[in-house]
């Protein structure tokens, strides 16, 4: 079981306070967007084996919507922080590459 912590109201606990809300650090495509781009922001995810970056709202809680790094397959967290970020703090990436030598980053 995932253990979080909301980087807003400082709460830790099981996944179940929490809801997921799917990769994180999309780019989205607005009004006069490709037709490709508008399809690739819609329906094509990334599914990695290994360390992953995700949405989630603290749901039984403040409600507030945050972003957290996790490796999908020992389901490790390696941190959360505040979703309004454009890309994952310099501290926690290096949090990451020290515990993944050989995760090719973001």
């Known amino acids: 079981m995932l253990v979080l912590t909301c980087?807003?109201?400082g709460i830790t606990a099981e996944e179940t306070e929490f809801k997921?809300?799917?990769e994180?650090?999309?780019?989205?495509?607005?009004p006069g967007s490709s037709d490709a781009d508008y399809e690739s922001y819609m329906f094509n995810r990334k599914n990695p084996r290994g360390v992953h970056f995700?949405?989630?709202?603290?749901?039984y809680g403040c409600g507030k919507w945050?972003?957290?790094?996790?490796d999908t397959v020992t389901l490790e967290v390696f941190g959360t922080y505040r979703a309004q970020t454009t890309t994952p703090p310099a501290d926690l990436v290096a949090t990451?590459?020290?515990?993944?030598?050989d995760w090719e980053g973001v």
């Open 24 to 30: 994180a650090h999309l780019k989205r495509f607005g």
């Open 7 to 9: 980087p807003y109201c």
């Open 20 to 22: 997921p809300g799917g």
């Open 54 to 59: 995700e949405r989630w709202r603290h749901a």
């Open 66 to 70: 945050f972003l957290a790094a996790r």
């Open 96 to 101: 990451i590459a020290q515990k993944r030598p």
